[in-house]
């Protein structure tokens, strides 16, 4: 499988009165063709920002790109032109968003919102674009597409418009979907659904997926390797497998501990991660996580560790070797 | 929509209703009549006791109210003009909305089509020397009164001028309005040249000031909706900053915008008094204001009367083009 | 159609005995005068009751009811219908003063803990005010109350003075569970505590309502539609779907033993963080979107999407029975 993506050194900041926020501070991951990379982290983390900076979607000012290359198909994403750029965006990189309720138009209708594309990208006419869009909705499970394509977004439930919004998404065949946290603001059981259609348009149409959650639960069911990020750094990578059975680095293990699991015995008392999330604007040297960290070492707040291999695919950026510490 | 439509107007019809009783109360109520003249136009007693008389003003306050409801709704006769003894308000009305109407129109049109444009460059460039210029020149336009900025005008335009050795002609003309009845759908001119001629000048005046806070409004709305989700989707999607900008952003940013101008084009269709004097246009907006003076009960009455009406009609229309603007905004 | 109410015969020390709870909206229409056509029937005859000292879940998605439940049983939405006994009164009939004092006893934390604290209050302030409004301490005595509160919930005393915005959403939700213990509880309503919270700080936030139950002998009922979290923390689990309940049972009867076909449908929903478990897991898809609440189904609410669905269903609605000890169930598949 050749590699899609491979990012660089992603650096990104934001200017605000408070101070200069550190969002991304120089990760290196990648994505395989059709294979899905799961992006773990709780608000704050950086896993947005990440995406939204390879996709050039980050609004300059109070934002820059201060570092870092994108590749994508032979090119450096960070430096292409903007016109190139957006022949980019919702062709063959797509990206879908959190919240379905206001990331719809809503006074546009749904077959203009997601003709848009088509016409724009794959130069249809407007027939053309609409019998597609029809075909799209269709695709993803949503009745009656040919009379509702020409309803409102607010006349869709949550589950239907982030299934109008995959449409979008995967309307010109993207080589790779970025998904924002899109099923966080919607009930469990539509997000059954919805995680079922992505699984099963992945096996048609074969295309490759980010997806960013804070939910460990959904990530184990869909991805195939994962990244975890803590305050702008990637802390842990891995296959999806290891990362669950074999934690290596404090914050995961924490993580994987302070939640409740429907599937163990109740009597377990969850044992959560001390402290509060860490600050972006001045952070201390060293180790970011390290104020919350129980395996902490003196080594830990002075200098921050780099991502290493710990076993085959498996990457970790701690001093401590937890596995010896007996977690 | 259209139940919505009729429960408006029937309940407009309760409010129209207090709004005459209140004028008409009230105006009975300040001190001084219609035919009380002091110093050398005083009238001789004999003559005020019959003026009265014969508009029957000696009547009970209440049978006055009823006796002009039903010239008012069953002829539409709004009364005779006091001051003006040969005219009734109907033939004022008739011979001057026309004209406020016509420069209230240029006015809008003129502060839409500068005020619009310019709020979406403002709001596009924030924070940059254009948005500040802009903003700048919002808030001279909305501070310099009528007062001030009609004669300024009217010195560079409307005289001649001798500088530098070189003679220049007015290039606009003023003091008149050019345009006469009949007119078009009852208030609509013609368009020509003798038409503009005239209008250009008062039309600027009136429109700066309503341009600066269409502007105003704009920036804020517009700044406001580019921030939201749905315009980051239209930006992934790969669309250019154009397209996003009309398609996306204009129409969700006009309701703002929509909701002032309702009660703006009432306003500014029944006349303005300021713009209408310095440019001696023979518009409706003195009548406005002279009645009171004048203690010309039935002038007073109609031309509340109208603007209520304008009022009434121009928020109901403001509540309609919300819902097109907005099709989340359903009436039943 | 009836529901039995569960209520039980023997003295099981019963604090909030609910009984047949109705809370229908009216939807206006109307030319000149308005009419009601109709009702949004956001809770539509439950019963259901919670022990003292005892935690009851209250899980579904979202428009099942779970909410309004929870204020209409603090009287905050008057009930339409319907009674709600509070250590043997009952609040729907009850109004003004005595209404009043009766609030020093049933609490609620609500969910966002940014904009259920208001900014313009200190947080002593916010804290102390009830202590104030129901007469339980003034001055000085006040002041120390609320610094105690803070170190109860796991906050610097220190921080009296700050305002809400100076605080994460984790520190914020702790003072709203100081707000809530300030006037010393019986019964506390949590309407989905913790899902505006970042996954790390919600298991300190869970532990800490644990704590202080034992701590102070406290009665909760736990809204939330995340079910591993429900099943945590409570000691039973009544499961909403449309403003009806369609299982009630101890937690661990409920996961071992769901009987309902929504409750399992529900369950696997629920996302497992073990690849390995979620790799052989055969999950129930739900068809469909959850009906209106205006207009629900003839029958049994879940007939429209239920995976086994009979022809009574969709004509007359199940009773709420007792199947099995301490096990209610909605539904013609169980115990008919």
């Known amino acids: 499988m050749g590699r899609l993506l491979e990012v660089k050194g992603l650096r990104t900041q934001f200017f605000t009165q408070d101070g200069v926020v550190h969002a991304v501070n120089g990760i290196s991951y990648h994505v395989d063709e059709g294979e899905t990379l799961g992006i773990v982290g709780e608000s704050g983390c950086g896993k947005t920002v990440n995406v939204l900076s390879i996709m050039r979607l980050i609004p300059q000012p109070p934002g820059k790109i201060v570092g870092g290359e994108a590749w994508f198909d032979g090119r450096d994403l960070l430096k292409i032109s903007e016109e190139e750029m957006r022949q980019v965006r919702g062709n063959r990189i797509s990206m879908i968003f959190q919240d379905p309720m206001t990331s719809l138009n809503p006074v546009l209708t749904i077959e203009q919102q997601v003709s848009e594309a088509l016409m724009l990208h794959l130069g249809m006419d407007r027939k053309q674009a609409r019998k597609r869009s029809i075909e799209l909705l269709e695709m993803v499970g949503i009745p009656e597409a040919a009379s509702r394509i020409d309803d409102y977004p607010h006349q869709f439930s949550g589950g239907m418009r982030q299934r109008v919004m995959i449409a979008m998404g995967l309307s010109c065949n993207p080589q790779l979907l970025i998904a924002d946290e899109p099923t966080t603001a919607l009930d469990v059981t539509i997000q059954a659904q919805i995680l079922e259609l992505v699984k099963q348009l992945k096996r048609e149409i074969g295309m490759a997926v980010i997806w960013i959650t804070h939910d460990l639960g959904v990530v184990a069911g869909l991805a195939d390797r994962v990244n975890v990020m803590y305050a702008g750094y990637i802390i842990e990578s891995g296959p999806v497998k290891d990362i669950y059975g074999d934690p290596r680095h404090p914050y995961t293990i924490g993580l994987l501990r302070s939640v409740p699991r429907l599937d163990e015995s109740v009597k377990e008392k969850l044992i959560p991660i001390e402290g509060l999330p860490p600050d972006l604007i001045d952070p201390p040297p060293g180790c970011p996580f390290a104020p919350r960290c129980q395996y902490q070492i003196e080594k830990c707040l002075k200098e921050n560790p780099p991502l290493e291999t710990v076993a085959r695919g498996h990457m970790v950026a701690c001093w401590v070797d937890v596995k010896r510490k007996g977690a | 929509m259209t139940k919505y439509i009729i429960r408006r107007l029937f309940w407009s019809i309760p409010v129209l209703f207090f709004l005459t009783l209140a004028v008409f109360v009230l105006i009975r109520a300040i001190p001084g009549g219609p035919f009380d003249f002091a110093g050398d136009k005083s009238l001789p007693p004999s003559v005020v006791k019959n003026l009265e008389a014969k508009y029957h003003l000696n009547d009970p306050v209440w049978k006055q109210f009823v006796d002009y409801l039903k010239d008012l709704i069953l002829r539409f006769d709004l009364g005779p003009s006091f001051r003006y003894k040969s005219r009734t308000v109907n033939d004022i009305i008739a011979q001057t909305l026309p004209i406020s109407a016509q420069l209230g129109l240029v006015a809008l049109a003129l502060a839409l089509l500068i005020g619009i444009p310019a709020g979406i460059i403002a709001a596009l460039r924030q924070n940059t020397m254009v948005d500040y210029t802009a903003t700048f020149i919002a808030i001279i336009g909305v501070s310099i009164p009528a007062i001030v900025m009609g004669p300024f005008l009217i010195w560079i335009f409307a005289l001649p001028h001798d500088i530098g050795g070189w003679h220049y002609e007015p290039i606009f003309p003023v003091s008149r309005w050019g345009a006469k009845p009949p007119f078009f759908l009852g208030f609509l001119p013609v368009p020509d040249l003798e038409f503009w001629k005239y209008a250009i000048l008062p039309a600027f005046t009136l429109g700066t000031g309503l341009s600066a806070s269409i502007a105003r409004l704009t920036r804020a709305s517009l700044l406001q909706v580019i921030r939201e989700d749905y315009i980051r989707t239209a930006r992934a999607k790969g669309l250019s900053e154009r397209a996003v900008i009309v398609r996306h952003a204009l129409k969700n940013s006009m309701i703002p915008v929509v909701t002032i101008l309702g009660p703006m084009f009432a306003a500014v269709l029944t006349g303005t008094f300021v713009v209408e004097q310095i440019f001696a246009i023979p518009g409706l907006g003195k009548h406005f204001v002279t009645s009171i003076g004048n203690r010309d009960y039935p002038v007073v009455l109609g031309t509340s009367l109208l603007y209520g009406v304008a009022i009434v009609i121009a928020n109901l229309a403001v509540d309609i083009v919300y819902a097109w603007l907005d099709p989340r905004i359903r009436y039943d | ?252 009867e409920l996961y071992e033993n769901p009987l309902h076909p929504y409750t399992q449908a529900l369950l696997s929903a629920v996302p497992i963080p073990d690849p390995v478990v979620e790799e052989k897991r055969r999950r129930i898809i739900l068809e469909g979107d959850v009906p209106s609440p205006v207009n629900p189904p003839k029958g049994c609410n879940f007939c429209t999407r239920c995976p086994v669905v009979m022809e009574i269903c969709k004509n007359e609605e199940p009773e709420f029975k007792e199947v099995q000890p301490g096990h209610w169930v909605a539904c013609w598949r169980v115990g008919h």
């Open chain 3, 1 to 252: 159609m009836t529901t039995t109410t569960p209520t039980s015969t023997s003295k099981d020390n019963i604090l909030v005995d609910v009984r047949h709870l109705r809370m229908w909206f009216p939807i206006n229409r109307g030319i000149i005068i308005q009419r009601t056509v109709g009702y949004v029937k956001a809770v539509d005859d439950i019963s259901f009751f919670v022990r003292r000292g005892e935690t009851l879940g209250l899980v579904g998605e979202s428009g099942c009811g779970k909410s309004t439940t929870g204020r209409a049983i603090l009287q905050l939405y008057r009930p339409t219908s319907g009674e709600v006994y509070f250590d043997g009164q009952d609040l729907c009939k009850m109004k003004g003063e005595d209404l009043r004092r009766m609030r020093r006893r049933m609490q609620m934390i609500f969910q966002d803990p940014y904009a259920s604290l208001n900014p313009r209050m200190t947080v002593g302030n916010i804290i102390g005010e009830p202590l104030e409004v129901h007469g339980i301490a003034r001055g000085r005595e006040k002041r120390e109350r609320v610094q105690e509160l803070l170190r109860v919930v796991g906050l610097n005393p220190y921080f009296v003075n700050r305002y809400p915005h100076e605080f994460s959403g984790g520190q914020r939700q702790r003072i709203g569970v100081a707000r809530a213990l300030a006037v010393n509880p019986d019964f506390i309503v949590c309407d989905e505590p913790i899902s505006a919270l970042d996954v790390s700080i919600r298991a300190q936030i869970i532990n800490l309502l644990e704590e202080l139950q034992e701590q102070f002998g406290l009665t909760y009922l736990f809204i939330a539609h995340d079910l591993s979290v429900v099943r945590h923390i409570s000691n039973r689990v009544a499961v909403m779907y449309l403003g009806k309940i369609m299982e009630l049972t101890s937690r661990e």
